[in-house]
């Protein structure tokens, strides 16, 4: 009895081995060639979403990264495999013609191309908006101390300007009153010799 359910174990581990063969070999003439290339230009931080168009083929579906499958179903046999490089790429059971990858890094770039519809999307990160990106990614606190600093710098330019027209205005006003005393001097110095003339005159 052992021996039995021990050949029908190995039979059926035959069928499944040839039915993977099998398809894995419909599977590479089927990529041969691609039917649809799309560049796609995302940014770090991003979440994008590729879709692949459905076929009557859809009963065997594959994703792969950069010729690295990540995903395949065969549905004759009800069996799916997964080889995610990462927790950020999903691919949602129900609808596996939608490749998800959420918080994009520079190392999510390359090709990802569906199959049977031999779809493929070229993922590229321009290098200036990483770095821009990046200074959007500074901790909360970060941004907090230099909105602050800059707040203290603009009181600090205001309070200066303020002192230095105060001054300016104070000089001004302590030079308006200099000429004012000289004049009046001026006038007591004319009126003083008008007076002292006038009295010789008299005598």
Same mark, same amino acid.
């Given at each position: 009895?052992?021996?039995?359910?021990?050949?029908?174990?190995?039979?059926?581990?035959?069928?499944?081995?040839?039915?993977?063969?099998?398809?894995?070999?419909?599977?590479?003439?089927?990529?041969?060639? #691609?039917?649809?290339? @799309?560049?796609?230009?995302?940014?770090?931080?991003?979440?994008?979403?590729?879709?692949?168009?459905?076929?009557?083929?859809?009963?065997?579906?594959?994703?792969?990264?950069?010729?690295?499958?990540?995903?395949?179903?065969?549905?004759?046999?009800? #069996?799916?495999?997964?080889?995610?490089?990462?927790?950020? @790429?999903?691919?949602?059971?129900?609808?596996?013609?939608?490749?998800? @990858?959420?918080?994009?890094?520079?190392?999510?770039?390359?090709?990802?191309?569906?199959?049977?519809?031999?779809?493929?999307?070229?993922?590229?990160?321009?290098?200036?908006?990483?770095?821009?990106?990046?200074?959007?990614?500074?901790?909360?606190?970060? #941004?907090?101390?230099?909105?602050?600093?800059?707040?203290?710098?603009? #009181?600090?330019?205001?309070?200066?300007?303020? @002192?230095?027209?105060?001054?300016?205005?104070?000089?001004?006003?302590?030079?308006?009153?200099?000429?004012?005393?000289?004049?009046?001097?001026?006038?007591?110095?004319?009126?003083?010799?008008?007076?002292?003339?006038?009295?010789?005159?008299?005598?």
């Amino acid at each position: 009895m052992a021996n039995f359910q021990t050949r029908i174990l190995l039979l059926d581990l035959c069928v499944v081995i040839i039915l993977l063969t099998h398809a894995d070999y419909s599977k590479s003439n089927q990529e041969q060639s #691609i039917q649809q290339h @799309i560049n796609k230009t995302v940014f770090v931080g991003e979440t994008v979403t590729l879709h692949c168009n459905k076929t009557k083929f859809d009963d065997d579906f594959t994703w792969k990264i950069n010729n690295t499958v990540i995903f395949r179903q065969v549905s004759d046999i009800n #069996i799916t495999k997964t080889n995610f490089s990462s927790n950020r @790429i999903h691919i949602d059971p129900a609808s596996h013609r939608e490749l998800t @990858i959420h918080q994009i890094q520079t190392s999510d770039a390359g090709n990802y191309t569906c199959y049977p519809a031999a779809i493929r999307w070229t993922l590229t990160i321009p290098e200036k908006q990483i770095r821009t990106e990046s200074l959007k990614q500074m901790p909360l606190y970060i #941004i907090i101390i230099i909105v602050s600093c800059s707040g203290v710098v603009m #009181i600090g330019l205001i309070i200066t300007i303020c @002192i230095c027209n105060y001054r300016k205005l104070r000089q001004i006003n302590s030079s308006s009153e200099k000429e004012d005393v000289k004049m009046i001097s001026d006038c007591d110095k004319h009126t003083i010799t008008v007076c002292v003339y006038s009295l010789h005159t008299a005598s």
